[in-house]
T-cell receptor, first 114, second 106 residues
């Protein structure tokens, strides 16, 4: 067990709805990154938060947004859901911004958009 | 061309065989990570490399920074090693390979 927990584990939404996914980081880690993993593919970087500030963003539209809280838990919000947003969403915490330490992943939230 | 290429995509081995999975990348990196993903999605970190070679039990990982290439070796493979192995590189913005699906048959 990594110490990183994500919720919910599974959820189903319809096109146009909004979703919030949550991640509780490994104790002591001030950096969290979110990834989207489509079926059969490797994860893709969405964004990273370091000490409550966004520290880099991948090629995702603004309807993907995030927050990190003082207790280092974080949220990924997706507005105006599209069918292609169906994927496994993973968060990973690390002790530094450049990922030179061990990464700790949650089990993921599997989102299905109908 | 993907920034991180893994080979092979799929690999089937008999228990006890020596396994090699390769990763080539084209971006500058702070570190390279080898990850293991089991059905259901959870990802476990196996190695973080910035140079040289690391060994944990039956797993060995090497990296050649000049050639931008890394290999993951599994000695004396076992059915419980069956999983998807993913190479990830970068800095704050990690880039991932598509993964190598390993099946080890008893």
């Amino acid at each position: 067990e990594t110490g990183v927990t994500q919720s919910p584990t599974h959820l189903i939404k319809t096109r146009g709805q909004q979703v919030t996914l949550r991640c509780s980081s490994q104790s002591g880690h001030n950096t969290v990154s979110w990834y989207q993993q489509a079926l059969g593919q490797g994860p893709q970087f969405i964004f990273q938060y370091y000490r409550e500030e966004e520290n880099g963003r991948g090629n995702f539209p603004p309807r993907f947004s995030g927050l990190q809280f003082p207790n280092y838990s974080s949220e990924l919000n997706v507005n105006a859901l599209e069918l292609d947003d169906s994927a496994l969403y993973l968060c990973a915490s690390s002790p530094d911004r450049v990922n030179t330490g061990e990464l700790f992943f949650g089990e993921g939230s599997r989102l299905t958009v109908l | 061309k993907n920034e991180v290429e893994q080979s092979p995509q799929n690999l089937t081995a008999q228990e006890g065989e020596f396994i090699t999975i390769n990763c080539s990348y084209s971006v500058g990196i702070s570190a390279l990570h080898w990850l293991q993903q089991h059905p259901g999605g959870g990802i476990v970190s196996l190695f973080m490399l910035s140079s040289g070679k690391k060994k944990h039990g039956r797993l060995i990982a090497t990296i050649n920074i000049q050639e931008k290439h890394s290999s993951l070796h599994i000695t004396a493979s076992h059915p419980r090693d069956s999983a998807v192995y993913i190479c990830a590189v970068g800095s704050h913005d990690m880039r991932f390979g598509a993964g190598t699906r390993l099946t080890v048959k008893p």
